[in-house]
């Protein structure tokens, strides 16, 4: 089975919640442990709606969860996935009444490049989807689907007006448990955490809002909303508490992370426009040279270029598949890490000064970065 948030139902039924089961972890420092393909608010009670006795109003305390869950859980779908990698669920929001539906890319990974993706509306119908386009570097997609009847978008909040401290409910399908709800606040904002990426890489995705509200493998492209049911992020991660193997496990210990709703509104408006988005790229592929390798050939900290893309940055700029970056844009000794920061801080036609290593010789370079050319 596929390293994905669950096991999907099959074709004709929903599989029960019983045959459901978690997702697989990748370990991430950064987050202790990050979940894959998870990310997204609820706890695990079938069908449920948790918080029928929470009370209170946008003010203060926290969100009358009752009311919130009749306003918005409409406006959430369970997605599922399935091809030749196997099968997995997450879940979704509804982008516009002609059927738009806003996930994480890391939960259609195993219907790519040419599975089968479905939906689940609330009251169960099921429905063929298609997709509209995906961005691994914000771990976004849009999927289509194609109804008579329109479906109810979710409204969206605006990030400026989201603060520390202020009560929010998280809705998904954790564990493959459509419609489930959980309440918490928002715990910080402007968090930078890196992330697998559904097809390999990895990507640092900055300004997510993080959160306490109870999200789970199942649960990644589900909602984060406010008291009025406004989308504040599009949940996608969690930490988890790595064993004295370094692994992580487990479900929510209270750290979750939801891309923030004006990077959403942003990103879906190209995906449904383009089918992609251009964001600037070095267009290479880079490895970290280890200390100790380092060391060992007498040579400085860096990163090794090991493939560039054609016509991209790197290639534009001279660097090739051999050279050692030692400084990168004032980053001395870079890790992979540090080539993807500079990457998705930067904007289109920004100049980055690199020194290199090849053949043993000290050279430089100037990268102006643009978006890797079309394939």
């Known amino acids: 089975m596929k390293d994905s948030d669950a096991v999907t139902p099959s074709e004709d039924?929903?599989?029960?919640?019983?045959?459901?089961?978690?997702?697989?972890?990748?370990?991430?420092?950064?987050?202790?442990?990050?979940?894959?393909?998870?990310g997204v608010a609820v706890i695990g009670v079938v069908g449920?709606?948790?918080?029928?006795?929470?009370?209170?109003?946008?003010?203060?305390?926290r969100c009358n969860a009752v009311q919130v869950a009749s306003g918005t859980l409409p406006s959430i779908v369970t997605v599922y996935a399935s091809g030749a990698q196997g099968s997995g669920n997450g879940s979704g929001a509804v982008l516009d009444a002609h059927g738009l539906i806003v996930t994480n890319d890391h939960?259609?990974?195993?219907?790519?490049?040419?599975?089968?993706?479905?939906?689940?509306?609330t009251d169960g119908e099921l429905l063929d989807a298609e997709l509209v386009g995906r961005d691994p570097q914000t771990d976004l997609a849009v999927l289509r689907v194609h109804r008579d009847a329109s479906l109810p978008p979710i409204a969206f909040s605006r990030s400026e007006d989201v603060a520390i401290g202020q009560p929010v409910v998280a809705l998904g399908?954790?564990?493959?448990?459509?419609?489930?709800?959980?309440?918490?606040?928002?715990?910080?904002?402007?968090?930078?955490?890196?992330?697998?990426?559904?097809?390999?890489?990895?990507?640092?995705?900055?300004g997510m809002v993080q959160t306490d509200a109870s999200i789970n493998p199942g649960n990644s492209g589900g909602a984060l909303v406010d008291c009025r049911g406004r989308l504040v992020g599009i949940n996608t991660a969690i930490s988890t508490v790595p064993d004295s193997q370094g692994s992580g496990g487990g479900g929510s210990v209270g750290i979750g992370f939801a891309v923030?709703?004006?990077?959403?509104?942003?990103?879906?408006?190209?995906?449904?426009?383009?089918?992609?988005?251009d964001h600037p790229s070095f267009g290479m592929t880079t490895t970290t040279l280890s200390a100790t390798a380092a060391?060992?050939?007498?040579?400085?900290?860096?990163?090794?270029?090991t493939g560039t893309v054609p016509g991209g940055s790197a290639a534009l700029a001279g660097l090739q598949a051999g050279d050692l970056i030692t400084k990168l844009g004032g980053h001395s000794a870079p890790t992979d890490t540090t080539v993807i920061q500079v990457a998705v801080t930067a904007s289109g036609g920004d100049q980055v000064d690199v020194e290199f290593i090849r053949?043993?010789?000290?050279?430089?370079t100037t990268v102006t970065l643009r978006p890797n050319p079309a394939p």
């Open 13 to 38: 039924e929903p599989a029960p919640a019983s045959t459901r089961s978690p997702a697989a972890w990748w370990r991430r420092p950064a987050l202790l442990a990050a979940a894959a393909a998870v």
């Open 48 to 61: 449920g709606l948790v918080g029928a006795g929470i009370s209170s109003s946008a003010g203060g305390g």
């Open 107 to 121: 939960v259609l990974t195993p219907a790519l490049p040419q599975g089968k993706i479905q939906i689940m509306l």
């Open 173 to 206: 399908a954790p564990l493959g448990l459509s419609n489930t709800v959980t309440a918490g606040i928002i715990s910080a904002l402007g968090r930078s955490v890196t992330l697998p990426t559904g097809d390999g890489g990895a990507t640092i995705i900055t």
């Open 260 to 277: 923030p709703a004006d990077t959403v509104r942003t990103i879906t408006g190209e995906l449904v426009a383009n089918g992609r988005v």
């Open 295 to 305: 060391r060992q050939l007498g040579v400085p900290s860096g990163v090794v270029v």
């Open 359 to 364: 053949d043993r010789q000290s050279k430089t």
